[in-house]
T-cell receptor, first 115, second 111 residues
Framework: DVKVTQSSRYLVKRTGEKVFLECVQD?????MFWYRQDPGLGLRLIYF???????EKGDIPEGYSVSREKKERFSLILESASTNQTSMYLC??????????????FGEGSWLTVV | GQQVMQIPQYQHVQEGEDFTTYCNSS?????IQWYKQRPGGHPVFLIQ?????EVKKQKRLTFQFGEAKKNSSLHITATQTTDVGTYFC???????????FGTGTRLTIIP
């Protein structure tokens, strides 16, 4: 089975702190994604990556950056955390584009609270 | 940009009743996927629809893709308590490999 592992399930950080959310997938998937999930807003794409060292902005990239130095690892960085970034963050991966029939596999999620 | 809306946002049904959630895109989609998220869990892939007018069934679940490939629906017949969760549609545009998720429909079952 595909496994997408997010290193932290629950985090509490202070406003202004730099926050790293780590994600690792074990199926040699090309694509990796970071979403945030908020009530009534569904899942919104922050950033995605098709390949190592490659990144693309999603729908809400402001206040975030990402890093993909290795194929299996995709990190989300909050340079200076703010209270409106309190949310659940979901990492996901897929073998190739959805057009090729490959599905997206999600991690368990990381609940971030910024105080 | 592309928007994908789902209705209703919440649905409470008596166990055994049917349930339907609708998904509408502002643009024509190359394909649509459906995911289920159990309470406290993460979204899990259910199905993908690609062809115009396509209908697929998984036991009590029926998925449809509209003729214009801009809308989709998920219908559950005779709901059970195991159906509880939030159902998301996710659409992809031609030439763009990222999925845009709908706002989700949260289903609760009254035993």
């Amino acid at each position: 089975d595909v496994k997408v592992t997010q290193s932290s399930r629950y985090l509490v950080k202070r406003t202004g702190e730099k926050v790293f959310l780590e994600c690792v997938q074990d199926m040699d998937h090309e694509n990796m994604f970071w979403y945030r999930q908020d009530p009534g807003l569904g899942l919104r794409l922050i950033y995605f990556s098709y390949d190592v060292k490659m990144k693309e902005k999603g729908d809400i990239p402001e206040g975030y950056s990402v890093s993909r130095e290795k194929k299996e690892r995709f990190s989300l960085i909050l340079e200076s955390a703010s209270t409106n970034q309190t949310s659940m963050y979901l990492c996901a991966s897929s073998l190739g584009g959805a057009l090729s029939g490959n599905t997206i596999y999600f991690g368990e999620g990381s609940w971030l609270t910024v105080v | 940009g592309q928007q994908v809306m789902q209705i209703p946002q919440y649905q409470h049904v008596q166990e055994g009743e049917d349930f339907t959630t609708y998904c509408n895109s502002s643009t024509t989609l190359s394909n649509i996927q459906w995911y289920k998220q159990r309470p406290g869990g993460h979204p899990v892939f259910l199905i993908q629809l690609v062809k115009s007018g396509e209908v697929k069934k998984q036991k009590r679940l029926t998925f449809q893709f509209g003729e214009a490939k801009k809308n989709s629906s998920l219908h559950i017949t005779a709901t059970q308590t195991t159906d509880v969760g939030t159902y998301f549609c996710a659409g992809e545009n031609f030439g763009n490999e990222k999925l845009t998720f709908g706002t989700g429909t949260r289903l609760t079952i009254i035993p």
